[in-house]
């Protein structure tokens, strides 16, 4: 199988979902580059727990559990410093960020790793943090792309672990039964289903690690095992092929015609709202009806490129490290 180089086209679940979501906020955000200036707060806070996690999973058979909570929480700070989030917090930033908080992750920390003993001492950790890309059969130089947070054995079977947090909250099962239930049909699944066949050989699953975020219940953790038929990833390679396609013909549009004339990228309206509140772009999409080529980006917003190689660490794939 050739691998992939900087001059192909690149998609993540994150750029095809902002697609389905809505091809105008898709625009904004991968052809014009536009970011809202700050950072989302449960965005830091799952990316400062994953981090914590590739430090509890990689030592965990080998540190005591304080040894090793205080390693995972200093991984997690410095991923939520690095995200421009306060450290140290007062009792007002406390309540402001509330419940994703450093004192709260370092209260989870503790909990899971006890929870999560046997399985962090009986498993062979094949990898962490593997970026992957599969090539689209029908895409030419198009590939899907991603990272696997944790691929490995155990109980003779090979899965992808894959770290989640929610901070919806049901007092009897500690997940809402929707959100649980969501993974099974959820398309980053599928694509890590594919994506960890192809480097790591047939595996037996995805397990969703859950993890519940709140102020006061600090041990609700849960691993929502997915596994789907080779039919329904074929499914999903089919559907994925045609959102890319849809994505490349708007594109090559606003290069050629340089504005969104012509219902180039067109807004979605029923996705305004949602949630988790509005979305980012909304007053963008209030105010601008064109945005031509050269347009800079309006107040509050910044021009951030999304780079797979740095982002994912696709270079490790073209190393073969």
């Given at each position: 199988?050739?691998?992939?180089?900087?001059?192909?086209?690149f998609?993540d679940?994150?750029?095809?979902?902002?697609?389905?979501?809505?091809?105008?906020?898709?625009?904004?955000?991968?052809?014009?580059?536009?970011?809202?200036e700050?950072?989302a707060t449960?965005?830091?806070?799952?990316g400062?727990?994953?981090?914590a996690?590739?430090v509890?999973?990689k030592l965990?058979?080998?540190t005591?559990?304080?040894?090793?909570?205080?390693?995972?929480l200093?991984?997690?700070?410095?991923?939520?410093v690095e995200?421009g989030?306060p450290?140290?917090?007062d009792l007002?930033l406390?309540?402001?960020?509330n419940?994703?908080?450093?004192?709260?992750?370092?209260?989870?920390?503790?909990?899971?790793?006890?929870?999560?003993q046997?399985?962090l001492?009986?498993?062979?950790?094949?990898?962490?943090?593997?970026?992957?890309a599969?090539?689209?059969?029908n895409v030419?130089?198009a590939w899907y792309?991603g990272r696997l947070d944790?691929?490995?054995?155990?109980?003779?079977?090979k899965?992808?672990?894959?770290?989640?947090?929610?901070?919806?909250?049901?007092?009897d099962?500690?997940?809402e039964?929707a959100?649980?239930?969501?993974w099974?049909v959820?398309?980053?699944?599928q694509?890590y289903?594919f994506?960890?066949?192809?480097y790591?050989?047939?595996?037996?699953?995805?397990w969703i690690d859950?993890?519940?975020?709140h102020k006061n219940?600090?041990?609700?953790?849960?691993?929502?095992?997915?596994k789907?038929?080779?039919?329904?990833?074929?499914?999903?390679l089919?559907?994925?092929e045609?959102?890319?396609?849809?994505?490349?013909r708007?594109t090559?549009l606003?290069?050629?015609?340089?504005?969104?004339?012509?219902?180039?990228?067109?807004?979605?309206t029923?996705?305004?709202f949602?949630k988790?509140?509005?979305?980012?772009?909304?007053?963008i999409?209030?105010t601008?009806?064109?945005?031509?080529?050269d347009?800079?980006?309006?107040?509050?917003?910044?021009?951030?490129?999304?780079e797979?190689?740095e982002t994912?660490g696709l270079?490790?794939i073209?190393n073969?490290e």
């Open positions: 199988m050739s691998l992939p180089n900087a001059t192909d086209l998609y679940n994150t750029k095809i979902s902002a697609y389905k979501d809505c091809p105008r906020k898709y625009f904004l955000r991968h052809v014009m580059h536009w970011r809202s700050g950072v449960p965005l830091a806070f799952g400062a727990w994953h981090a996690m590739d509890v999973w965990g058979n080998s005591t559990p304080a040894d090793l909570q205080q390693m995972a200093a991984a997690f700070l410095d991923k939520w995200e989030l450290w140290p917090m007002d406390n309540a402001v960020y419940p994703r908080t450093p004192t709260v992750a370092a209260e989870m920390l503790v909990n899971y790793i006890a929870d999560r046997r399985y001492y009986e498993s062979e950790i094949i990898a962490i943090e593997q970026p992957f599969v090539p689209l059969p030419p130089k792309v944790k691929t490995i054995q155990y109980a003779q079977q899965l992808v672990i894959e770290h989640k947090t929610t901070a919806i909250y049901r007092k099962s500690f997940f039964a959100w649980v239930d969501s099974y959820d398309s980053q699944v694509g289903e994506g960890g066949s192809l790591h050989g047939n595996i037996d699953g995805v859950a993890a519940l975020v219940v600090h041990n609700g953790f849960k691993f929502i095992p997915v789907h038929s080779l039919n329904m990833v074929a499914e999903w089919g559907d994925t045609n959102w890319v396609e849809r994505i490349n708007d090559l606003f290069e050629e015609f340089g504005d969104l004339g012509r219902g180039i990228f067109p807004k979605n029923n996705s305004c949602g988790y509140g509005s979305c980012t772009y909304l007053d999409c209030r601008t009806s064109m945005v031509s080529r347009q800079e980006p309006p107040f509050g917003y910044v021009i951030e490129k999304w797979p190689f994912l270079d490790k073209i073969k």
